[in-house]
């Protein structure tokens, strides 16, 4: 008998318990950047910690990643403290310490499942068919592009120079894990960090930048989740303003079904 | 010699200092909501305790609060942390404690100015001239909406019933300190909560619900705020998916020049 390999997020996923809700791991070089592990991984750690603890009573509702400081190879370790309990609402919070510093933090809420009445003002992005685009060539870029499948209908991360640069920095696309893996919480807390910097695009050339904060609204339930499986999502990313060094981008994700299963939001430092 | 009377906003924002970044102090009833304090002022309060710190280089850029429990008149207690200090950006920790409970808390990002390349691909809002809209009536609502003068251009929180529930839960007006006061970083961080849940309008009704988690991004300079001064500013608030008891809401602030000053995403929790 031999079992299937794990993904490769479920192994960048792996913590080791230390306690008290406390955790120790080291970040993936399979989901590397730059110079630090993609932002989506660290936001999928600190919110896989909170799904692990004892006390956890429903879903994630909403999480905000701050990243404080750059992320190394080395060991890190994991602190998740509930600081209220409530009936419809659990607050967490959750502290990442890499040689004593914190480096990264994260408040996420959390709560039981209810059905209520629903409504959806949103649009859902018109993509072109998923099977009409052509997968991105992630060949000789940082590695954790080469853990998503990526089909741009518009705003891909091709950066080439001041000419190709896009007026209105948006970005839209069907996304799903490589190899594939059935959607789950920490897989949404990933992706939504998965639509490089706007200025990038804006400008038509990559330069120094990161994401300073990132808060995640996981509005679809575990069973809408389920339904959605291992299929590509649609996501579509938009800035609003760039100036003084920062700027904001907002992003949708959309099942193929047309239901909105996350947003998320992002300030992001850039220098000239 | 006469001294003017401080502002009920800078009022409701007086805390005590009680040593090594803690503060204390007590909501406000001029900005009281139905159940506890307007959630906008409990930002503001969140925000100041950071800008009071001995510590602080530079204006705030963004703003987590999370809103754990309900706050009561009782007298609360702030804690301050830097709990990353960096060249560019300075990651702080607040918690409010009521009766040895945390009641709410933020993570507040702040950093140095800093001028750069910048453009601006969201829209300003077209709303209709701030004279020739009324000014909404507050008399008999909650103590905070006085504290306010809207002019809606559209999605007044009339809440007249099914049959006037709005479809998209869009709500564009003017908005202002009563009386005026000149725009600063607190200001701002209560002005991104000045909007009902989405959920009343689109419902055409009110009923249980509560921000949960509110996220600001100050993308304006303290210059810009300056320049905008006590006039009013134009703010739009959209809601994206209502469902499991949960909606997203985004606003944006801009400037009466067509400067975005701000932008505010929250989750809020609703019962049926």
Known sequence: MSCPAPHPFDEALALQRAGDGRFTGVMSQGYWNMAGPFGGMTAAILLKAVTLHPDLKGR???QTVNFCAAISADPFELETVLERDGRSTQHWRVTLRQNDSVAANATVVTGPHRDTWSSQPAAAPALRPHESLEAFDTAGRSGWFG???????GGAPTLSGPAGASGDGQTRAWLRDEPPRPLDYPALASLADAFIPRVFLMRGVPGP???VTL???FLASESELAAQGARPIAGVATPRAIKHGFHDQSAELWGDDGNLLAVSHQLVWFKD
């Open 60 to 62: 994630p509702l909403s």
């Open 215 to 217: 808060t995640t609204y």
């Open 147 to 153: 853990r998503y499948e990526m089909r741009f209908d």
């Open 209 to 211: 930048a990161a994401t």
